[in-house]
């Protein structure tokens, strides 16, 4: 495992009584997941060291000690025990939802506040100690697809047909349950449901039998490239249908590879290149690379400043447990550079950072991006 660290960890004490504050990462840096988890990684310690850069917190450094956990989940769960032994006052989790899985019984019991975009929702709903959502959950991800289809159809869905093509995962097994019911409690019908693993090299079969539906809205819940496989299918099986993606499906890249005026996907975060501030400390970081492309970078920095500002309220004596507390207590935050579409606020009861959405669109046509008006997913 490969580790690194910004800050002055030298004079660190995990307690938050010596010169620093000390914050451990574990993320998959190498790996099959890291396409997706290492822009998470690269934007914290973005964040960390401008936070640093300007004073830190209370007077003190942040130390941020970064692990690469390998795409393993077995290997994060053992980085995730060396960490927890050497005290600090909180764990980070860029990883895949197993490797969270494994770890999150393991920081509760230890009192670590544990953040991460990839918790569960039953980890969540209702809030469990010490684990904190810092990216959409699957539930909010679902709320906010009925939301828009809703307003697309002008608040009538009576008589409409929704299809699902999905990949085999449990996170979207919930988006497709929570959707399922918000739609046809509206009066639309979910006529059919195809499934798939990956890699996939075709999807031509099961877009003829969403063609066979007519349906007036596919959500297509996917991963990056896999959703991209799917749209086109649905485009040469002859669909017409609204296509709306999940933050997976939400790039830049993405879309213009899709290249289809009909698909939409949401976020809870602005592109990197829309926000002249992120990128400029990007740059003087040299990640411009490693985070201007991902959708998921933001989720790094989104955490970064909740932490900073959870440390501010903790004070310079502040204890996991102390940080816990202080966590709920970050309320109508702002993320700076304006890397989040809706202003951050935890309780005791609320321990889901994103509460804001805009479906992105990109036009062929023009060759332009653009966004939807917000929609507010509690």
Not at 266 to 290: R, S
Request: charged share 15%.
């Amino acid at each position: 495992m490969i580790t690194a660290a910004c800050g002055q960890g030298a004079d660190s004490d995990s307690s938050g009584s010596g010169d620093s504050y000390r914050i451990t990462v574990i993320s998959d840096i190498s790996g099959a997941f890291s396409g997706v988890s290492a822009p998470g990684a690269a934007s914290i310690e973005m964040a960390v060291n401008n936070i640093n850069a300007t004073g830190g917190v209370n007077g003190k450094k942040i130390d941020l000690q970064v692990i690469d956990s390998q795409s393993s989940g077995s290997l994060a769960l053992t980085a995730a025990q060396k960490a927890i032994a050497a005290n600090p006052l909180a764990l980070v989790m860029f990883s895949g939802s197993a490797g969270a899985a494994s770890i999150t019984s393991l920081a509760q019991s230890a009192r670590v506040p544990l953040l991460s975009p990839a918790l569960s929702d039953t980890s969540l709903y209702p809030a469990q100690p010490y684990l904190f959502q810092t990216s959409l959950t699957a539930k909010q991800d679902a709320e906010a697809l009925y939301r828009f289809v809703e307003q697309r159809e002008n608040g009538s869905l009576s008589g409409k047909t929704v299809d699902v093509a999905a990949i085999n995962s449990p996170y979207v097994d919930v988006i497709i349950k929570q959707a399922r019911a918000l739609l046809e409690q509206a009066g639309a019908r979910v006529a059919g449901v195809q499934r798939y693993d990956l890699p996939l090299a075709s999807f031509a079969t099961q877009a003829g039998a969403i063609a066979r539906d007519n349906p007036d809205v596919v959500l297509t819940l996917g991963s990056t490239d896999d959703t991209v496989v799917v749209s086109k299918a649905l485009t040469a099986a002859g669909v017409t249908a609204l296509q709306l993606g999940i933050p997976s499906g939400a790039a830049q890249a993405t879309l213009q590879q899709i290249a289809s005026a009909k698909y939409y996907a949401l976020a809870a975060n602005p592109y990197a290149t829309t926000l002249p501030e992120f990128l400029a400390v990007a740059d003087k970081n040299h990640k411009t690379a490693d985070v201007s492309s991902s959708m998921f970078a933001m989720s790094g920095w989104v955490t970064g400043y909740v932490l900073a500002k959870a440390l501010e309220k903790c004070g310079t004596g502040c204890s996991s447990a102390a940080l816990s507390t202080a966590l709920e207590q970050v309320s109508d935050y702002a993320v700076p550079a304006g890397a989040s579409y809706g202003p951050v606020t935890l309780s005791a009861t609320n321990h889901v950072a994103a509460s804001t959405v805009r479906f992105h669109h990109y036009d062929p046509a023009t060759g332009k991006f653009a966004e939807s008006d917000p929609i507010t997913v509690p």
